[in-house]
């Protein structure tokens, strides 16, 4: 998952490529090969970059580049002090920009929404237009940055992780931008990452934090995967506990 970027300072690092970890490629028995081959957007494995010992991806300029074109005419908007659910914003603003072409309006996180207008001097004359009122409060526009949602992109990010597979239907579509979702294959052992690093297309370190929807529970006791040490058949058995 992709979100709540931070930046670092800009960083000038030698670089050498990582030997690639041993992971095996999905089979047809695994879970990652079981999921719909029709839904999200393929992702492929990109070998990380280490300086110094950290890991990181370095996000080159052409792999945003479609990213970047393809919002350059969308903007950020909301409500001040309301969070209205998307039904009710999107009639609200399909009826103010009705004369305007909107190509998509989708919900970022409770209370943000993208609109995206088909021609760039629709979206000037929208943020030209002066203020907006929504229920008798300002209808605002934010600065909009979520360029690292490209197959290029995220097949880095999610290479820094384990082995990518596929975005999910909604992150291909851009339909809920929150966060971008992955699938990504990861040794049943870990590591399991909370904080990954890259290199943006303009060259400053970004630490990006990351989210596991699921993980594979292990018992402290017998080591075995599947449950936890609570509820061990076997503590005990060797004349003692095991703690972490």
């Known amino acids: 998952m992709v979100q709540e970027l ?16 041993k992971i095996s490629t999905p089979r047809v028995s695994t879970y990652a090969a079981m999921v719909d081959p029709h839904e999200g957007t393929q992702l492929s494995y990109v070998l990380a970059m280490i300086t110094d010992g950290i890991r990181y991806a370095r996000i080159e300029k052409q792999d945003v580049a479609f990213q970047v074109e393809y919002w350059s005419t969308a903007i950020l908007c909301g409500v001040m002090g309301a969070n209205p659910p998307l039904e009710v914003m999107e009639g609200f ?4 920009w009705r004369d305007l072409s909107i190509t998509k309006i989708a919900l970022v996180r409770k209370g943000l929404f993208l609109v995206r207008f088909e021609k760039e001097q629709d979206k000037l004359q929208v943020t030209q237009r002066g ?34 597979i596929k975005t999910d239907k909604y992150t291909k579509n851009k339909d809920y931008l929150h966060y971008a979702r992955m699938l990504i294959e990861v040794p049943m052992e870990g590591p399991f990452l909370d904080t990954i690093n890259f290199i943006n297309d303009s060259g400053v370190l970004v630490k990006q934090r990351i989210t596991f929807e699921w993980k594979p529970v292990k018992c402290n006791q017998c080591q075995q995967i599947g ?18």
């Open 131 to 164: 203020i907006y009122i929504f229920d008798s409060k300002p209808f605002v526009f934010l600065e909009l940055d979520i360029c690292y949602w490209g197959t290029d992109s995220l097949s880095k990010l999610g290479s820094l992780i384990g082995i990518p």
């Open 93 to 96: 603003i399909r009826q103010i």
């Open 227 to 244: 449950h936890e040490g609570k509820e061990c058949r076997n503590k005990g058995k060797n004349g003692g506990w095991l703690t972490d």
């Open 6 to 21: 931070s930046t670092m300072g800009n960083v000038v690092m030698s670089e050498q490529r990582m030997e690639e970890p």
